[in-house]
């Protein structure tokens, strides 16, 4: 008895997906040699991230993108084109312990500064309330 063609093998075989390759940005403009130093036309390669872009989505053949690729990682080393971007976006998971204000030094210290005044306060305020008691035992 043969075997029946699997599901999804029988749609793919109905209906070959037809698609345009995208054409590369290098075939366009007529790039013949990829330079590092051409941030602009490498930066169109790479992600908002700073990630290098696969070849299917920039559409270059396999030399173009081992050329491209190549040409980011020079340009990495050299300073010109960053390793990531950070991108500011809501924390996830946990709120901070501090209640999600923005960190800054100056503030911290005056607090502390203001933390240690009450607290200073309040011995001051218990040493004065002890020897008055002690005062009227006596």
């Known amino acids: 008895m043969a ?5 999804g093998q029988r749609a793919r075989d109905a ?3 037809k ?7 290098l075939i366009i403009e007529k790039v013949e040699y990829v330079d590092y130093k051409d941030v ?3 930066s169109r390669f790479m992600s908002d991230r ?5 070849q299917r989505i920039n559409g270059n053949d396999v030399q173009q993108q081992r050329e491209v690729a190549n040409a980011i990682k020079i340009a990495r080393e050299m300073g010109l084109l960053p390793y990531a971007r950070r991108v500011a976006s809501a924390s996830r998971g946990r709120p901070s312990r501090d209640g999600g204000r923005p960190r800054n030094e100056d503030q911290n210290v005056e607090t502390n500064e203001v933390e240690n005044d009450e607290v200073m306060e ?6 004065t309330e002890a020897t008055s008691d002690d005062g009227e035992e006596s």
């Open 3 to 7: 075997k029946s063609p699997a599901r």
């Open 15 to 17: 209906a070959p997906r």
């Open 19 to 25: 698609f345009k390759k995208k054409t590369s940005p």
């Open 40 to 42: 602009d036309l490498l």
């Open 50 to 54: 700073g990630k290098i872009r696969g």
């Open 122 to 127: 309040d011995q001051v305020e218990e040493q």
